[in-house]
């Protein structure tokens, strides 16, 4: 009802109407998604600094990291329409930069950690241009392609969890490279759901965008560090 009378009210069509209301959207997920960046590394720093995920071992880092994840997700989606919608949402991008500074940490202590981060960054941020700038030029609908992401995703987090206790490099290199192009995949079927008006909450859209990028520069970063980290 609302967008007939928004309509009559401006004097724009409702085409138009949708139009900058995916504009808008697209924009304000841009800006939020920039902005949970900050928590992200607030988190990973005081993680690094304190040691918490390397005191916890594998296994509990494992179930904390599922079960927070998920808990946030959770109250994200329940409260994406409110105003409590944003500080959840950053909330849950400190704890997971939290739960990353695991992984920081031992890419830290190689003689060429620093520039292994900084590679993992820049690549994840060229992923991201590439992607997003392919959304813009593909007009297929990609609805259907969300169903196999998603079976590729609980492949990948079984797989992963397994790896746990196998502690297997080659498995994990190849998880990371899996993960990298189901991630990439997932950018572009997110941003092209908000750029056809089936995303029209940019909290929900940032949470699924930061999720991509958020994977995407961990697989980096384990591949960069199994495949290219040096000892002193």
Do not use: C, H
């Amino acid at each position: 009802m609302n967008q007939p009378l928004q309509a009559a009210y401006t004097g724009y069509t409702g085409e138009v109407t949708s139009v900058e209301q995916r504009n808008r959207v697209l924009r304000n997920t841009y800006w939020l998604l920039a902005l949970s960046m900050v928590p992200t590394v607030l988190g990973a720093w005081i993680g690094v600094a304190t040691g918490i995920t390397r005191a916890m071992g594998p296994g509990m880092t494992a179930i904390v990291f599922l079960a927070g994840a998920f808990g946030f997700i959770f109250a994200i989606e329940k409260l994406k329409n409110s105003a409590a919608g944003v500080p959840v949402l950053l909330g849950f991008t400190f704890f997971m930069g939290l739960m990353l500074s695991r992984l920081i940490g031992v890419v830290l202590g190689m003689a060429n950690g620093a520039g292994l981060i900084m590679m993992a960054f820049s690549g994840t941020g060229l992923i991201f241009l590439g992607m997003a700038t392919m959304s813009t030029v593909i007009k297929r609908d990609l609805s259907s392609m969300g169903k196999f992401l998603f079976v590729g995703v609980i492949m990948l987090i079984v797989a992963g969890i397994a790896n746990i206790w196998l502690q297997s490099s080659a498995l994990m290199i190849t998880l990371s490279v899996v993960a990298i192009g189901i991630f990439s995949a997932f950018i572009i079927y997110d941003l092209k759901r908000v750029r056809d008006g089936e995303e029209n909450n940019y909290i929900s859209a940032t949470l699924a965008i930061y999720l991509d990028l958020y994977n995407i520069f961990q697989s980096l970063l384990a591949i960069l560090g199994i495949a290219g980290g040096s000892r002193d």
